[in-house]
């Protein structure tokens, strides 16, 4: 039997960090051929390092949120002999990357607009022109899918109390680029539909990545499964979306949250 993911070339957005750099493992090997970016530096050094040696690897530097830089990067990936049939807005400004810059979470009255619309290009302009690129060059050529990543705090508000005494807190652009994101999928899942394009948002849940005993505790409270979810429990559900099994689905938002948002 085929692998899963035979026949895919994978594009993934901020492919680095926790969940980026699980989805690349799997899906190479699940069998796809996978073309990994992120912004230059440590996330991307490491990934490499990983990886460099495997055919079906490749690894491009790029910012979502520079426009130049997105409208050349199918034609890069193509001049390079790979066509890009799965297509995963993956890369987001986002607490675990706020927390390893060392930036502090200011509350929201002191949140500075500079630092609201920077999420905001990032997570939701940046997954715009990378969909609008998608548009220019990719769809209706041959067929396609699109996979928008939100958050279980994209249609449910953060549980602010959790936050209480730690090092992070959850920021409310983050929030709004979530819900925001969706918006984008159901606007395009209509639009692309007539032309062989899927697109789909996964919600993912808090997973965890060295969170004290006491947050997983306040977690796990809220969540119905009792416990914050390993990254390879959502790449399950992404290896999913990114194969042809999920060919009869668009427009969706699948969340993969332990029932967080179900109560
Ligand atoms: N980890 C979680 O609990 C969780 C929960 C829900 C949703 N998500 C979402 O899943 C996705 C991946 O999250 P993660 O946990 O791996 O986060 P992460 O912070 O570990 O990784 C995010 C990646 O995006 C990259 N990035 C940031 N700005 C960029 C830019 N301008 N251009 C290109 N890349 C950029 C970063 O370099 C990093 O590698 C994000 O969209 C996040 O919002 C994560």
Not at 77 to 82: E, K, L, R, T, V
Not at 140 to 156: D, E, Q, R
Not at 172 to 179: I, N, P, Q, R
Request: glycine letters at 10%.
């Amino acid at each position: 039997m085929d692998k899963q993911l035979a026949g895919r070339t994978v594009f993934i957005t901020g492919s680095g960090g926790v969940l980026g750099s699980t989805y690349v493992r799997r899906m190479l090997a699940a069998g796809a051929r996978v073309v990994s970016s992120d912004l230059p530096g440590h996330r991307a050094d490491a990934l490499k390092a990983v990886h460099e040696g495997n055919a079906n690897f490749r690894f491009y530097d790029l910012d979502v949120a520079d426009e130049s830089q997105v409208e050349g990067i199918f034609q890069r990936i193509m001049a390079d002999g790979w066509e890009p049939n799965v297509v995963l807005n993956n890369a987001a400004i986002t607490g675990e990357m706020l927390m390893g810059a060392g930036k502090s979470f200011p509350d929201f009255a002191d949140t500075s607009v500079a630092d609201f619309e920077k999420t905001m290009r990032v997570n939701l302009t940046g997954a715009f022109m990378i969909a609008r690129q998608m548009d220019r060059d990719i769809i209706g050529k041959y067929p396609a899918t699109l996979i928008n990543v939100a958050s279980m705090y994209a249609l449910n508000g953060a549980h602010h109390p959790i936050y209480d005494g730690m090092p992070f807190k959850n920021f409310s652009a983050y929030g709004v680029t979530k819900a925001g994101i969706h918006g984008l999928t159901v606007w395009l899942a209509g639009y692309w539909a007539k032309r062989k394009a899927t697109v789909n948002t996964i919600a993912p849940g808090a997973v965890f990545n060295n969170h004290s005993e006491e947050f997983q505790r306040r977690v796990g409270e809220l969540i119905m499964a009792g416990r914050m979810c390993e990254p390879d429990e959502i790449a399950d559900a992404m290896l999913f979306l990114a194969s042809a099994q999920s060919g009869y689905m668009t427009g969706q938002m699948v969340n993969v949250d332990g029932g967080f948002s179900a109560w």
